[in-house]
């Protein structure tokens, strides 16, 4: 039995990493990886929190990078759950650089990834039902539904 619906709010997870030389090129341009892995980690803690099961990622969708991220930014991902259908979730990350200097921010990449709940025997297992609380909860479910559609399309599952 899943648990009861929860909101979106209820699994929004924020990280915020100082950006070091390691993280990036040796022009100080952080790499794509480090932030997809960032993306990847902060996504999942979102889908736990919604599901308080094990989960993985079963897809990430096309990350366009839209501004270049430096050595010494603040880089902030924000993830949050979008919409959830029987066992799987999107999750909608937001990337953000911050220049702890001045505290201007640039919104650097938005992503989605679909979480995919597993029972003990590692097989896909229901999740809660969302409840889309506020208008931007309700936008993003509904923008979330089309873009399911799209993706399992895509997979030749629809
Ligand atoms: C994700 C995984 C569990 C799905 O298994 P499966 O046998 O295809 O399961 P199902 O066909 O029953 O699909 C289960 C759910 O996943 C969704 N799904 C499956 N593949 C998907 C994909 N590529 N993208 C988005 N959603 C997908 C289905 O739509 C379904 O959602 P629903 O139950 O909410 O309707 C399996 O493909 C897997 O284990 N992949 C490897 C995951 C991994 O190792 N990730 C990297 C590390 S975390």
């Known amino acids: 039995m899943s648990e009861q619906g929860k909101t979106p709010s209820a699994s929004m997870t924020t990280v915020t990493k100082l950006m070091m030389p390691m993280d990036a090129s040796v022009s100080g341009n952080v790499f794509g990886g480090t932030i997809l892995k960032l993306i990847d980690e902060v996504g999942s803690i979102a889908a736990v929190r919604h599901a308080r099961k094990n989960i993985v990622t079963a897809s990430v969708d096309q990350m366009n990078f839209l501004a270049p991220v430096h050595v010494g930014d603040l880089l902030r991902v924000i993830a949050s759950v ?19 200097l ?49 993706r399992l399309q895509h997979l030749g599952k629809k």
């Open 82 to 100: 979008n919409y959830v259908h029987k066992t799987s979730m999107e999750i909608g990350v937001r990337v953000e650089a911050e220049d702890p």
């Open 102 to 150: 001045t505290g201007k921010i640039r919104h650097t990449g938005t992503c989605y990834l679909t979480c995919v709940a597993l029972d003990k025997y590692g097989r896909p297992t229901p999740v809660p039902t969302l409840i889309p609380d506020t208008e931007q909860d309700k936008r993003h479910w509904a923008e979330a539904e089309v873009r399911r559609d799209h």
